[in-house]
């Protein structure tokens, strides 16, 4: 079974300054999906960025970005020029990409706590 | 606005009771999920459906039991057989199962008094 692991419960961040957490993830397969979602204060989920196994590009989305490193099994998030609204739960999470069965589930990590500082 | 709406947002409930939470989707996603997030525990699988009238337990499904008769429901039932109902219950939806990306509904807060 695939696991993922956030080595660091809580983080901390001054604003306008750059942050990375980390995600190590465990599969024994080739493709995949890896993402990191955002839970705010109000706890709804949002999507921050996605990463396809098969791509050798890192994703970018504005200020964030990943370290996407597959033979580490490595996924760690930047956070660039934080801004208070960035203060959240951020979830790394995995979901294979093979068909049928348990294989659509996103397994979560168990999450980093970010605190963005004035 | 197309979103997951789940309700009620909390709910308090006594030992020995079953309650429902609902989840309506109008994304016409065809897959939908509940989890189960606890403090320090991060989100853990409850149950998953693929289609209509088909769902599958997920990592955690004891005490818990859903349904699947409309593309745009998928509510779950904490029996009185969960040990420990006491969290925050997120339903999420996908287009199909293929795409990887959830979309989440803003949560239901179970409280067991």
């Known amino acids: 079974a695939q696991t993922v692991t956030q080595s660091q419960p809580e983080m901390s961040v001054q604003e306008a300054e750059t942050v990375t957490l980390s995600c190590t993830y465990d599969?024994?397969?080739?493709?995949?999906?890896l993402f990191w979602y955002k839970q705010p204060p109000s706890r709804q989920m949002i999507l921050v960025i996605r990463q396809e196994a098969y791509k050798q590009q890192n994703a970018t989305e504005n200020r964030f970005s990943v370290n996407f490193q597959k033979a580490a099994k490595s996924f760690s998030l930047k956070i660039s020029d934080s801004q208070l609204g960035d203060a959240a739960m951020y979830f790394c999470a995995y979901r294979s990409a093979r068909s049928g069965g348990s294989n659509y589930k996103l397994t979560f990590g168990k999450g980093t706590l970010l605190t963005v500082n004035p | 606005d197309g979103g997951i709406t789940q309700s009620p947002k909390y709910l308090f409930r006594k030992e020995g009771q079953n309650v429902t939470l609902s989840c309506e989707q109008n994304l016409n996603h065809d897959a939908m999920y509940w989890y189960r997030q606890d403090p320090g525990q991060g989100l853990r699988l409850i149950y998953y459906s693929q289609i209509v009238n088909d769902f599958q337990k997920g990592d955690i499904a004891e005490g818990y039991s859903v349904s699947r008769e409309k593309k745009e429901s998928f509510p779950l039932t904490v029996t009185s057989a969960q040990k420990n109902p006491t969290a925050f219950y997120l339903c999420?939806?996908?287009?199909?199962?293929?795409?990887?990306?959830?979309?989440f509904g803003e949560g239901s807060r179970l409280t067991v008094l």
């Open positions: 999420a939806s996908s287009w199909g199962m293929n795409t990887g990306e959830l979309f």
């Open positions: 599969t024994s397969e080739s493709d995949y999906y």
